[in-house]
Each structure stands twice: as structure tokens, then as C-alpha cells.
């Protein structure tokens, strides 16, 4: 369905650029005229079209420079919670050792 929308769309395109050159070709403008019209016509749409490229593209480095930063705020929480998780694995493991330490100990008497 989404092809068939994007065929529709283009064939709607290609409609209105057809009747547009055959508006021009049956302008009752000299031939100077209207190639000044349609240079003056295609400079503003160049004009348009890179403006609009432009804030494009600016919003998409936004975007992107908030996600680094969010990523970079993720992944440095993560270290630090995965600091603290060593740190307390590490403790547990000390306590456990001197425990067996002890058992130990009391066997070898």
C-alpha cells in the first residue's frame, strides 16, 4: 500500500511539472520574459531547497550531539555502578576468605 502511495505521489508530481511546461510553452510572454521568469522561479526554489537542507541538517547534528551526550552520561554511570558493584563483590569476597581462613584454621589444630 505505502508503494502504491508513493507511485500516486509521483505520478501527481510529474502531472503538475507536465502542465506547468505546457503552461509555458502557451504564456503569452516573449520567450525572454518567461526564461527570466522561470531562471528568477528556479533561483528561489534553489535557494529554498538548500535553506531547508541546511536546517536539516542542523537539527540532525543536534540530535546526534544529544545522543552522544546521552550515551557518554550512560556509559559513565554504568562504570561507576559497576565500580561499586566490584567494590562489593570484592568485600564480600575478603569477608567469605577470612571466614575460610578460620574453618581453616580450626582444622589444622
Known sequence: MA???GNNAIALLLGAA???GVGILFAPD???KTR???KNN???WKIDVNNK???YEEDIRAKLSGSKEDLKETVENFLSNSS???EEAISFLEEKLAELKIQNA???K
Open 36 to 38: 527570466a521568469k522561470l
Open 53 to 55: 537542507l541546511a536546517d
Open 84 to 86: 561499586y558493584k566490584a
Open 18 to 20: 507536465i502542465g506547468v
Open 106 to 108: 580450626k582444622l589444622q
Open 42 to 44: 528556479f533561483d528561489d
Open 3 to 5: 508503494n502504491n502511495n
Open 30 to 32: 516573449k520567450g525572454s
